[in-house]
């Protein structure tokens, strides 16, 4: 049963990252911005760093923007687009509630208008947010191809297995609250209370029955604050919070690329840069435009 659940979930991912792509794109350069604006990169990794000496989580928040805008509509920043009275924006419905530090993105872009008005697309921002997240918390660094336009019109890229596995390595930072695995915790069956293939111990300790700390939950991995393989080790020793994640080591699809990340941090860097390349790639076409402000078009 595990198996099938896995084997569904990849398979819809890959169609759902799958099809026909835009005839109308921006070619991506990871010099894109050499000549018009230079500083552009050093002023969003500036505005990450001083964001996360406030603010501990941001990494993590700016990598899972990063995931929920370029998942599935395409890297185009309509994540970022507050909601209009009569049209509820992405950002707040039911799977990105838990999205947040768009204040830090904002910063960005407001230096990024002073110093180079109407250049950098927010869409990039972003790109290049997850990027220093990831390496200023010991993960790879990788060259960001810049070039995006912000709006609504998407290209849909392929995706493999490997780049899914790889990708889940994100959840190397972050931290998740109770509601959003409690079921794997309480009345998981009408024979046990807890999944079975779940090191429940110390989650049921945070998340207690009746649970009346909003704010409680569980680390993804021993060391959230760190990018690196601990993910995958936890995997293998059960300790995964959500069961899809758990998933990935059970299915045997799968499950070798889990162990081969786990045992080997390298080859993990390599090939979530390498992913996160691909999945950046997932862009709007030249039809789009570079905002002054990330939260409304023009």
Not at 55 to 66: E, G, T, Y
Not at 147 to 161: E, P, V, W, Y
Not at 254 to 275: P, Y
Request: one cysteine or more.
């Amino acid at each position: 049963m595990v198996v099938q659940i896995t084997k569904a979930i990849l398979i819809s991912s890959m169609f759902l990252l799958s099809g026909s792509i835009s005839s109308s794109q921006a070619a991506l350069d990871g010099r894109y911005y050499y000549q018009t604006c230079p500083q552009a990169e050093n002023t969003v990794v500036q505005t990450i760093r001083n964001a996360s000496i406030y603010d501990p989580k941001v990494p993590a928040r700016i990598l899972r923007m990063f995931f929920h805008d370029c998942f599935i509509r395409g890297c185009d920043a309509s994540i970022l687009l507050d909601s209009k009275p009569d049209k509820k924006a992405e950002k707040d419905g039911p799977p990105n509630v838990s999205v947040r530090a768009f204040y830090v993105t904002d910063e960005a872009k407001a230096k990024l208008e002073k110093a180079c008005p109407q250049t950098v697309s927010c869409a990039d921002i972003i790109a290049m947010a997850a990027r220093d997240a990831v390496t200023m918390t010991g993960g790879p660094y990788w060259t960001v191809l810049k070039g995006r336009k912000d709006g609504r019109s998407f290209a849909k890229r392929r995706l493999g297995i490997k780049d899914l596995v790889a990708l889940s390595g994100g959840h190397s930072l972050g931290f998740s609250h109770c509601s959003s695995f409690e079921a794997r915790l309480h009345n998981f069956s009408t024979i046990h209370d807890a999944d079975p293939r779940m090191n429940s111990r110390a989650k049921e300790k945070k998340c207690p029955k009746p649970n009346k700390a909003r704010t409680a939950g569980h680390f993804l991995d021993s060391t959230a604050s760190r990018f690196d393989n601990a993910y995958y080790k936890g995997l293998m020793a059960g300790r995964g919070v959500f069961g899809t994640d758990q998933a990935l080591y059970d299915d045997p699809t799968t499950g070798w690329m889990v162990e081969s990340f786990a045992k080997d941090q390298n080859l993990f860097s390599r090939e979530f840069a390498a992913s996160m390349i691909k999945l950046g790639n997932v862009r709007v076409s030249d039809s789009g435009e570079v905002r002054l402000n990330c939260r409304k078009v023009n």
